[in-house]
């Protein structure tokens, strides 16, 4: 007897993310890094919290902050358990040290090295959650297809694109609608209209 054939869906990135490190997206969606900003002291956090981690104020605010930062290690992923990064190893992740005081954890381009200055900026990964990608200061997006992560693995803005949000009713849909059409989204569509097209990229809000 013929065994049935599985069919492998292609994988994405992994979708958990807390609500607070959700707000993320406004900041991909403008191609702008912004973090929370403590209101009493001052501290940029990150990850995203719900209190400060040096004075525990809950007034935290969502601004703009430095972009620049040193790379101070880097770490070479050769195993994963998640189907998606599984499909690309090796992995090139980091951590980097912001003037602002702030440790960020995130994916490095190619040519980033350890000790060297890098750029941070919000992109959406292929789950469409905004992540923190680094690539050596100074440089345009590389085109190198030969190491994950590179430009390719992430979408940077959403100009010229047809944006698709996950979650179609919420206040939050609606500001992050009229935000990307700002930002250069030529439509924005709710899931039910997607129609595969290369031109369209899901933004999960939720």
């Known amino acids: 007897m013929n065994k049935p054939v599985s069919v492998i869906e292609p994988a994405t990135a992994p979708v958990a993310r807390s609500a607070t490190a959700s707000e993320l997206v406004r900041g991909a969606i403008q191609q702008k890094f912004i973090m929370q900003c403590c209101t009493q002291c ?14 525990l104020s809950v007034d935290l605010e969502w601004s ?11 770490t070479l992923l050769h195993s994963s358990n998640e189907p998606y990064f599984a499909q690309r190893l090796p992995w090139h992740t980091g951590l980097a040290s912001s003037p602002t005081g702030a440790a960020f954890v995130c994916h490095l381009l190619p040519g980033c090295t350890v000790g060297n200055q890098v750029e941070l900026s919000l992109r959406f990964d292929s ?6 990608v680094a ?19 992430f979408l940077w ?3 010229g694109r047809v944006v698709i949000f996950d979650d179609v009713d919420s206040d939050r849909t609606e500001a992050a609608t009229q935000l990307a059409l700002a930002s250069g989204a030529v439509a924005v569509i709710g899931p039910d209209q997607a129609t595969g097209g290369a031109d369209e990229v899901m933004i999960r809000l939720g």
């Not at 620049?68 to 290690?73: F, H, P």
């Not at 789950?127 to 923190?132: H, L």
């Open 157 to 159: 803005g959403v100009q």
């Open 127 to 132: 789950a469409g959650r905004a992540v923190v």
């Open 135 to 153: 690539q050596p200061e100074g440089e345009a997006k590389d085109a190198d297809d030969s190491q994950h992560p590179n430009a390719e693995d």
């Open 64 to 74: 703009e902050v430095e972009n620049k930062a040193q790379l101070l290690a880097s």
């Open 42 to 55: 001052a501290a940029v956090q990150y990850p995203p919290r719900e209190a400060c981690y040096q004075c």
